[in-house]
C-alpha cells in the first residue's frame, strides 16, 4: 500500500497549478452538441423547458471555474439544476407522472429554478472577477501538506468523534453552530485522500473501499450521511477527469449509478429504520444500527420490481424540490400577500445576531411551518423530528413576487463568489486551500430546498470557522517552514517543493 500512495507525481498539482484544458471541447462543437441534445430533449418531453434547461446547464459549465480550483462550483451548481429539473425528465423518460405534474403549477416553477440558477451563475462570476484569482508564481505552495500517515490518523480520529462532537455542540447553544462547522473538517480530510488517489494515476481499488467505509458510515446515521462523502470522490474525480479516456467515463457513470441506488435504497428502509431510534440502546449503538440497515436492505432487495419502481418514484419526487414552492405560486398573492421582504430580513438579522452575543435568540422554526403557511399542505414537521422547506426561490417569490425575487439570489452569488477566490488567494497551502473551498462551497450552494436562514447562516459559518481554522493552520506551516530554514538560506523550483513536502509532510 505504501508504494501505491506515494507514487512520484508527473504533472504540478493545486488550483493555481497553470495547466491548459486540453480536454474541454472547442466551443462552436459545444455549441452544436447542446443544441442537439436540447432539440432531441424537447421532442422526447414535448416540453420546450426540457430542452432550455440543457443550455442552463452548459451555461453553468462555461462559466465556472473548473481550471484554477476543484471543479466544485460546477458541481454543486449542477446538483440544484437536477433538484429544478429532475421530474420533467423523468416523466419524459418514462411517462409516468409524478404528484407534482398533476397537482401543481410545476413548469412556472422550474422557469422561476432556472431563473434563480441563472441569477446565481451571474452572481458567482462576478464575485470571482471583482476578487480575481491569484497570479500563477504568486507564492502559492503546491507541495503535500500532510502525509499518509498523518492524514490517515487524522481522519480516523475523526471518525472516532464524531459523534462526541455533535453531543458537546448540542449541549453548548452559544456555540453549537461553529462547533458542527469544525466537525466539517472531517469531509476535507476525506477529499484529500481522495485527491491523493487520483493523482498522478487514479487508485480504483482504495478508491471503492474507502468510498464502501464512508457510505457504511452514513448509513448508520439518522439523516442520509452517505452523500457527502460520495460527492467529495466525486470531486476530486472530476479533477483527474480525462473525457478521452473510456475507462474514466465507466467510473462517472457507476459513481452516478451508486448514487441513485444508494438514494432510493434509503428511500426504501428510512422509515423503519428511524422508528428504531426511539429505543436508546439502539440509538447509542453503532453496530447496532448497522446490523439494523444490513437486514433492512436485504428484505428490500427482495421486494417486487412494482414496489422498487415505486420506491424510485419516491425518491424523485423527494429530489424534485418544485412540488411545495409551485403550491406556493397559487396562493401567493392570490391568498396570502407579498412578504416584502420579511423573510429575508429575518433571515439577515438571525445572522448579525449570533447566539454567543445573544444568548436569549429564540430557537429557529421549523422550515415545516412556512411550507404548511404558503403551500397550504400540513407536512411533517418537528413533532416527526423532521423538517420540509420549499427552499430560497420560494421565499424569494414569497417575499418579493417576480422579478425582484431574483435580486437576492443574485447577490449571494456574487458575496459567495468573492469568498470563493478570497480563500483560495489567502491559503498559501493549494492542497488545503482545494480541501476547504471543496467542503464550504459543497455544502453552502448545493441544495437548492434550503431556507435562506439556513443557507446564509451555513455559508457564513463555514466561512468564518472552517475557512478561518485552515488559515490559522496555513499560517503555523508557513511560519513552521520558515522558522526550519537556515538563515540565509533560500531554495526555490522544484527542488523547494520537494524540500517542503518532506518538512511538513513527514
Not at 429532475?86 to 404528484?99: E, M, W
Not at 453548548?172 to 469544525?182: D, G, H, K, R, W
Not at 480530510?189 to 491523493?196: I, K, P, S
Not at 497551502?429 to 439556513?454: G, M, N, Q, Y
Amino acid at each position: 500500500m505504501r508504494e501505491a500512495l506515494t507514487q512520484p507525481r508527473t504533472r504540478p498539482r493545486g488550483p493555481m497549478a497553470a495547466r491548459p484544458r486540453p480536454d474541454a471541447p472547442h466551443v462552436p462543437a459545444a455549441l452544436v452538441a447542446v443544441g442537439v441534445a436540447s432539440a432531441c430533449a424537447w421532442l422526447l418531453a414535448g416540453d420546450w423547458i426540457a430542452g432550455a434547461a440543457l443550455w442552463v446547464l452548459w451555461l453553468g459549465w462555461r462559466v465556472l471555474p473548473a481550471d484554477d480550483g476543484p471543479p466544485v462550483l460546477p458541481l454543486a451548481f449542477t446538483f440544484q439544476w437536477i433538484q429544478v429539473t429532475a421530474g420533467v425528465y423523468y416523466v419524459a423518460i418514462t411517462g409516468r407522472p409524478l404528484l407534482a405534474i398533476y397537482s401543481s403549477d410545476y413548469r412556472t416553477m422550474v422557469l422561476i429554478g432556472l431563473g434563480c440558477l441563472l441569477a446565481l451563475l451571474a452572481g458567482l462570476a462576478i464575485g470571482m472577477r471583482l476578487v480575481g484569482r491569484r497570479r500563477a508564481g504568486a507564492g502559492g505552495d503546491s507541495g503535500i501538506v500532510f502525509g499518509w500517515p498523518a492524514l490517515l490518523a487524522c481522519y480516523a480520529g475523526s471518525i472516532a468523534l464524531t459523534g462526541t462532537i455533535q453531543e458537546i455542540a448540542w449541549e453548548v447553544p452559544e456555540f453549537t453552530q461553529a462547533i458542527l462547522a469544525l466537525s466539517y473538517a472531517r469531509f476535507a480530510l476525506l477529499y484529500l485522500m481522495f485527491r491523493r488517489l487520483c493523482e498522478p494515476a487514479i487508485r480504483w481499488g482504495w478508491i471503492a473501499a474507502l468510498l464502501g467505509v464512508e457510505v457504511a458510515l452514513g448509513f448508520t446515521g439518522y439523516f442520509a450521511g452517505f452523500r457527502e462523502p460520495m460527492m467529495m470522490a466525486a470531486v476530486a474525480l472530476m479533477s483527474a477527469f480525462d473525457r478521452r479516456r473510456l475507462k474514466h467515463w465507466l467510473t462517472l457513470a457507476g459513481l452516478t449509478g451508486a448514487m441513485v441506488l444508494t438514494g432510493v435504497l434509503w428511500i426504501g428502509i428510512r422509515t423503519e429504520y428511524r422508528q428504531d431510534f426511539q429505543v436508546e440502546s439502539f440509538a447509542e449503538s453503532r453496530e447496532a444500527r448497522a446490523q439494523r440497515v444490513v437486514d433492512l436492505s436485504a428484505k428490500w432487495a427482495r421486494n417486487s420490481a412494482d414496489q422498487m419502481l415505486g420506491d424510485v418514484e419516491l425518491f424523485v419526487e423527494r429530489l424534485w424540490a418544485v412540488y411545495y414552492p409551485a403550491l406556493a405560486l397559487d396562493r401567493v398573492p392570490l391568498l396570502i400577500p407579498h412578504e416584502g421582504g420579511a423573510i429575508l430580513a429575518a433571515a439577515v438579522w438571525h445572522l448579525v445576531t449570533p447566539r454567543v452575543l445573544f444568548p436569549d435568540k429564540p430557537v429557529l422554526p421549523s422550515d415545516s411551518e412556512m411550507v404548511r403557511k404558503y403551500s397550504g399542505v400540513f407536512v411533517a414537521g418537528i413533532e416527526e423530528n423532521t423538517s420540509i422547506a420549499f427552499g430560497y426561490a420560494g421565499e424569494s417569490y414569497v417575499d418579493f413576487g417576480l422579478p425582484w425575487m431574483f435580486l437576492p439570489v443574485l447577490v449571494y452569488g456574487v458575496l459567495m463568489g468573492m469568498a470563493y477566490h478570497a480563500l483560495l488567494r489567502l491559503i498559501r497551502h493549494d492542497e488545503l486551500a482545494v480541501a476547504v473551498v471543496t467542503v464550504v462551497f459543497w455544502l453552502s450552494l448545493s441544495l437548492f430546498e434550503r431556507s435562506w436562514i439556513k443557507m446564509l447562516g451555513l455559508s457564513l459559518t463555514l466561512l468564518v470557522y472552517l475557512g478561518g481554522m485552515t488559515i490559522v493552520v496555513d499560517r503555523a506551516l508557513l511560519w513552521r517552514r520558515a522558522a526550519a530554514r537556515p538563515p540565509g538560506s533560500r531554495v526555490s523550483g522544484p527542488a523547494a517543493s520537494a524540500m517542503r513536502g518532506r518538512e511538513i509532510g513527514g
